[in-house]
């Protein structure tokens, strides 16, 4: 894999980094990726709309590695911060707010990272 280049939206030196040339291993993470990130962020809004500041942290909490598994560290900085500030104990309008931005991150990369899956299975 160390010829293949990843799509340039995604952070390509950090996923070198994690695979070399491990395709399968990859290929792996992405798909884990697809089945559960929607899921996990369905669970976040759900707890957050309770207003369970804990419960929405610890979802967030499962989230935030995985994006960097698929090459996407900003958004495991946005989650770190969402976390940073369900600790601080935040307003809800705050954490909704920087929720709404990691949504909107999560919503334009899925199809990203959809795309890169069927890439590296056919590779």
Known sequence: MKDHIFDSRLDTGLLLDLYDDDTEH???????????????MNEAEQELSKGSVEGFRQKVHKLKPIFSYVGLPGMTRQAEIIEKKCKEAAGKDELKRLYDDLKLSFEDKYELIKEETTRLSTM
């Open 26 to 40: 990859a290929l792996m993470a992405f798909n884990d990726f697809l089945k559960m990130s929607p899921v996990l």
